[in-house]
C-alpha cells in the first residue's frame, strides 16, 4: 500500500489506488477477455496487498454514477492531478466530519466536541495533521476516525459558512 499512499490522507490514497488498477485495466482489456478480467482483478489485487472485492464494490459505484451522471446530461470532468481541488470537495461535503488537533495529540469533532483518535491503519496516524475531515467514526475501548483526508481550517468558513463563522 505504501507506493499509493498520499500524505494528504486516505481518501486520496483510495484514489491512487483506483486509478492504479483502472491504469493497469486499460492496458490489460484490449488483451484479455471478459472472463480472464475477474481472474486478473484478484491477481492484481494480491499482488498490492488490495481487497479485491472493495476495488470491484468501488468500480461498480464509480461506473453507476458516471451512468446517472451521463444520464442527467452533466459535464463529467475529472480534477486531473489536482488534489487540492478534490480535497477542497471533500471539506465541502464533510464539514460536518471536521476535527482539530489538541495539544496532546487527540483531535476534537467541531460538530459535537467528541474527542476522537485517528485510526491506527490511516495513512495519518503518524503526520497528526492540524484539521482534517473524516468518514467514518468507529468506538472500540477508544473512539476512532478513519477514512481522513487534510485540510485548510480556513477552508471550513469558506466553504461552510452556514455553519462556521469567523468567531468560532
Not at 2 to 9: H, L, M, Q, T, V
Not at 87 to 97: E, G, K
Request: a positive charge.
Amino acid at each position: 500500500m505504501k507506493c499509493f499512499a498520499s500524505p494528504d490522507g486516505d481518501h486520496i490514497t483510495l484514489v491512487n489506488v483506483y486509478r492504479a488498477y483502472d491504469e493497469f485495466f486499460v492496458k490489460r482489456k484490449l488483451q484479455l477477455g471478459k472472463d480472464k478480467h475477474g481472474k486478473v482483478l484478484r491477481k492484481w489485487c494480491k499482488e498490492n496487498y488490495i481487497n479485491s472485492r472493495s476495488l470491484r464494490h468501488a468500480r461498480d459505484i464509480h461506473s453507476q454514477i458516471h451512468g446517472h451522471v451521463q444520464q442527467m446530461g452533466l459535464c463529467i470532468s475529472s480534477c486531473g492531478d489536482d488534489m487540492l481541488q478534490f480535497r477542497r470537495c471533500l471539506a465541502a461535503s464533510f464539514f460536518l466530519n471536521a476535527a482539530v488537533r489538541q495539544p496532546e495529540g487527540t483531535y476534537r469533532t467541531l460538530a459535537s466536541g467528541q474527542i476522537v483518535q485517528i485510526h491506527p491503519t490511516s495513512v495519518l496516524f503518524r503526520s497528526k495533521p492540524e484539521c482534517i475531515v473524516f468518514n467514518e467514526l468507529v468506538q472500540t475501548s477508544n473512539k476512532y476516525i478513519r477514512n481522513i483526508t487534510r485540510i485548510d481550517f480556513l477552508w471550513l468558513t469558506e466553504l461552510a459558512p452556514h455553519y462556521y463563522s469567523m468567531q468560532d
